[in-house]
């Protein structure tokens, strides 16, 4: 049983390594025919049209009656009287401006011992004084002796300290029936044989817009900002296919 169970792990830790091995060598194909060559650009698209795009649903109020007074200009609900020249509509622009500083410092430590001692018998048991030597040494003089020592020493600590300050212009994806926009930004920037990507993502306010149509990352729901890298430096700094494959079969 035990060596049926070995050979089963054998066989999937083959075929593991074997898909690893297809997708890492698709991969590598691709970087072969580009040697030599900078790191292309993402072609511009719709983020809606993308296979893991899914619209964004939200708990919404219930919609307001919009009611119109005769003879007046103005409308209930509107915003102000002239026209209102921040994004407010699917496919509006507006410049999402990045302001992202944390620090955290977090230490901590826990230590737990514990000792037992466990001794109990009966004296002169069945009359081992009156037996004899020969009996004292057969008999037992104490019925149970245990001892048990425990202790635990744990310790973990934290210190993490990031910045980031930029500006990306997004596009208006999705109006909430409350009125709330789904916007999304992506921007490249090659640099050599580098390119730097940030890409933001989230639910804002109309009135978090600031008059000149921007919106700090900090006023966006349920952001999603990524900063991140590709090209010859990034590709460096990871490793191999097989090695990331090792780590995760790996219990040791």
């Known amino acids: 049983m035990l060596k049926s169970s070995r050979i089963n792990r054998i066989v999937l830790t083959g075929a593991l390594l074997s898909v690893a091995g297809l997708n890492g060598g698709c991969s590598a194909i691709n970087r072969l025919s580009q040697i030599g060559e900078q790191p292309k650009l993402t072609a511009i698209d719709n983020p809606t049209t993308q296979p893991g795009y899914k619209p964004v649903q939200m708990p919404m109020p219930k919609p ?150 921007t919106i700090d990352s900090s006023k966006i729901a349920q952001a999603r900002i990524s900063y991140g890298g590709r090209g010859q430096i990034s590709d460096v700094q990871q490793p191999r296919y097989g090695q990331q494959v090792m780590d995760v079969l790996l219990p040791f």
């Open 64 to 213: 307001e009656t919009v009611s119109y007074n005769a003879n007046s200009l103005w409308r209930n609900g509107s915003r102000a009287f002239f026209k209102d020249q921040r994004a407010a509509r699917v496919g509006d622009l507006l410049t999402v401006t990045v302001n992202f500083t944390d620090k955290a410092n977090i230490a901590n430590e826990t230590q737990r011992s514990r000792t037992n001692k466990e001794d109990s018998g009966i004296t002169d048991f069945a009359g081992s004084k009156l037996l004899g030597a020969s009996a004292q040494k057969v008999l037992p003089g104490r019925l149970l002796t245990a001892d048990s020592t425990a202790s635990s020493d744990g310790k973990g600590s934290v210190q993490r300290q990031e910045n980031l300050q930029t500006s990306v212009a997004a596009v208006v994806t999705q109006v909430l029936p409350n009125g709330n926009l789904v916007v999304e930004g992506k921007q490249e920037i090659r640099v050599n044989m580098e390119i730097r990507e940030l890409i933001v993502a989230g639910i804002v306010r109309p009135e978090d817009i600031q008059s000149d149509n």
